[in-house]
């Protein structure tokens, strides 16, 4: 019963840390100046076509699971440290 208790708070835990990580990227997009690759040619469509791109966004997504589970994962003791 405690494992099953401890996971649904480890989730819930890492939705709200999730959900804050989100809100920030989305703040600083919005709040930013929106000039990037400004008169320059991006050449987009040849990146999306490679392997290496999606083995480097593999990769990343990877880590930044590992992260947001670790701060969860702090966040849940600092929490029950404070009860």
Do not use: C, H
């Amino acid at each position: 019963m405690y494992q099953d208790n401890s996971q649904k708070s480890f989730w819930w835990y890492f939705i709200r840390v999730l959900l804050f990580t989100v809100a920030s990227i989305i703040t600083i997009l919005l709040f930013s100046d929106w000039n990037y690759g400004i008169n320059r040619t991006v050449g987009w469509s040849w990146e999306l076509s490679n392997i290496r791109f999606w083995l480097g966004v593999l990769l990343y997504v990877g880590l930044v699971f590992g992260f947001l589970s670790m701060i969860t994962v702090l966040v849940m003791k600092i929490v029950k440290l404070t009860k």
